[in-house]
């Protein structure tokens, strides 16, 4: 036993300080009683579109969390603010690497921040989530399951912490479409079937928050229509439901509000529509006889436009066509065809992220 | 906690891993029993009181498979990142650290009385047949009980220090790889080293706490020494089993889960 002493005292050296002096907050508390120093300026601020968020459910405050030390230090989260409202499914895009699953794995409490504070419905993530736990339910990742154990127990075990019994679990394996492979093994379920049983755990206890870390993984295109309906679902029954994807599609599709995560920062948040408008209002494709007599007659009008393939293009919102079609009318040049292009999330994602700028590039 | 528990132990009993070692002891054990039927006479073990060193040698094997077990039952989570997912719905590491650690005692004590139950009821062919000695009276029957519960709570404590190494080292692996090098590294070395230190380690403690007379003498590669008596011995252990389970609650605490 006393051999085991010096052992411990390597443990504490090389395990516990480091992660101790990993936690120290990076804006320690002023004892000295001068006045402190300025804070330091935010470097990235975020494009934040639409009314601001009262009463947020979910908050990450000036979140940061790196790994390594010295010169391997890399900020997988590098000051990041978000506001999350209650209600509606709020989309976290960005690419692989941006940050998107550490997000989530802190604001789980699974991840300590080495600065800033994460809260789920006003609790602290890092100290007292478990007061507010029974109210969310999450799949961070690869769902984690027993492999040796079936679907059935695996979903049994977790259901025995909140004493739902074994109807509750009959169920979730109902609605998630695994009652003939419950009894099975969960090592022989596809790639699918997991995430579909995953998601199953994060829903059996009815959560009010529910947070999904790329929930379309793995699953085929009936699949991912499948978990569109349900997000929608969720949402439509009063739910928050936080999803991170990189499957610009899916969240235009799917969520209300998004954020776009980029190299750790947020870069822009705000309802889908605003964020899209960032863009621009896009583009009104007017086809007439005339191109050349149509073009002279808006821009008589104040409208300014361009001949391409074939049609004129109008900057305006969808609200303008009535003004066009209506001058045009007027001078008895009558529209064949009008068409709206809205800017598109991969137009927008492009042009705040440090991907779309190295295509610019 | 009586639900983390009673989940903790329901994972415990359903993993292949628990039900293989049950099935791998009973199988050993009664292999044993016939090969002491049929191939030895008249020895001590064949006597009712030779049987409690029958007991007393299943000490270790039990004690190995209660480690592993303890390793394995939180090492796979890691791997499987199950763990990941129960800390999603219950945050406090302490208490699922804890009540895993609790589970695999309790799986583990049992399972170790069924295990020497097995064991004394495949000798007892032998010393029917073969056996020369007492009968058994009041105190024969009060000692074996002694040693059959020291054995299971000896096995018990080596499943939480199991517990408590794969969440240390964060694998089944890093689990027994820890355990094997403070077995036949350290101890042996520090033995080696200092004589007298022999009586303050694990192994002869285990030793002194299963053999229960008052001043066991320990063998080792720096010679003899007198061991500790069987309170001492057992306090000690516990002591260890604590000091470990509180590391790990530390350690488990401050580390970022994937």
């Known amino acids: ?361 | 906690m009586i639900d983390l528990l009673a989940a903790d132990l329901r994972r415990v009993l359903w993993r292949p891993v628990t039900q293989a070692l049950g099935v791998i002891a009973i199988v050993v054990m009664g292999f044993v029993g016939v090969v002491v039927f049929f191939h030895t006479v008249k020895h001590p073990f064949h006597t009712l009181t030779g049987l409690h060193g029958g007991l007393g040698a299943a000490a270790t094997p039990l004690a190995l498979g209660g480690f592993v077990l303890g390793a394995s039952v939180l090492g796979a989570d890691f791997g499987s990142r199950a763990f990941t997912t129960l800390l999603t719905w219950e945050p406090r590491r302490q208490r699922v650290l804890a009540a895993r650690a609790a589970a695999c005692a309790v799986v583990t004590a049992v399972a170790a009385l069924a295990m020497l139950a097995v064991l004394i009821i495949a000798l007892l062919p032998a010393v029917f047949a073969h056996g020369v000695g007492p009968s058994p009276t009041g105190t024969w029957c009060l000692s074996m009980v002694g040693l059959a519960v020291r054995c299971a709570l000896l096995a018990a404590a080596a499943s939480v220090v199991g517990v408590s190494f794969a969440a240390i080292g964060g694998s089944t692996a890093a689990a027994l790889a820890g355990a094997g090098i403070y077995a036949l590294v350290v101890e042996q070395a520090a033995i080696a080293a200092v004589p007298s230190i022999g009586r303050w380690l694990i192994g002869a403690d285990a030793l002194s706490w299963i053999a229960a007379t008052r001043h066991p003498t320990i063998s080792g590669p720096g010679g003899r020494t007198n061991g500790h008596t069987v309170i001492a011995a057992g306090l000690l252990l516990l002591a260890v089993v604590v000091a470990l389970q509180a590391l790990a609650t530390t350690v488990l605490r401050r580390r970022d889960i994937s």
């Not at chain 1, 051999?3 to 002023?30: A, N």
């Not at chain 1, 997988?76 to 999350?84: C, G, K, M, S, Y």
């Not at chain 1, 583009?283 to 007599?293: E, K, P, Q, S, W």
């Open chain 1, 1 to 361: 036993m006393i051999v085991l002493l010096p052992v411990l005292g390597l443990v504490w050296w090389f395990v516990i300080r480091p992660s101790t002096k990993r936690r120290q907050p990076t804006r320690p508390p002023d004892t000295t009683g001068q006045a402190p120093p300025p804070a330091p300026a935010v470097r990235h601020p975020a494009l934040v579109v639409g009314p601001p968020v009262v009463d947020a459910v979910v908050e990450m405050i000036g979140v940061t969390k790196a790994y390594g030390r010295g010169d391997r230090r890399r900020l997988a989260l590098d000051d990041l603010e978000l506001a999350v409202p209650a209600g509606g499914v709020f989309g976290l895009l960005g690419q692989n690497g941006a940050g998107k699953t550490t997000a989530l794995r802190c604001l789980m409490g699974l991840v300590g921040p080495t600065a800033g504070t994460c809260r789920i419905l006003g609790s602290d993530s890092g100290r007292d989530l478990h007061r507010v736990i029974e109210r969310v339910g999450a799949l961070i990742e690869t769902p984690g399951l027993s492999p040796t154990l079936s679907g059935r127990r695996n979903l049994a075990l977790l259901a025995r912490l909140d004493r739902i019994g074994a109807t509750g679990v009959d169920r979730a394996l109902r609605d998630a479409g695994l009652e003939d492979r419950a009894d099975d093994p969960v090592a022989t379920y596809s790639l699918g079937m997991r995430q579909r049983l995953g998601i199953a755990a994060a829903l059996l206890r009815d959560p009010e928050v529910v947070i999904l870390d790329e929930p379309a993984n793995g699953l085929d295109p009936a699949g991912i229509a499948e978990i569109r309906r349900l997000l929608v679902s969720l949402a439509r029954d009063g739910r928050t439901v936080i999803v991170s994807s990189h499957l610009l599609d899916e969240v235009e599709k799917t969520c209300d509000r998004l954020a776009v995560i980029d190299a750790g920062r947020c870069v822009a948040v705000g309802p889908i529509g605003d964020v899209l408008a960032t863009a621009g209002t896009g583009t009104l494709r007017v086809g007439v006889a005339d191109l050349i007599a149509a073009q002279r007659v808006l821009a008589a009008a104040g409208i300014e436009s361009t001949v391409t393939d074939g049609a004129l293009r109008v900057r305006c919102a969808p609200s303008g066509a009535a003004h066009v079609t209506e001058t045009l009318a007027a001078e008895r040049l009558f529209v064949s065809e009008l068409h709206h292009d809205r800017p598109t999330l991969e137009a927008v994602f492009f042009g705040l992220t440090s991907s779309g700028a190295a295509r610019r590039r």
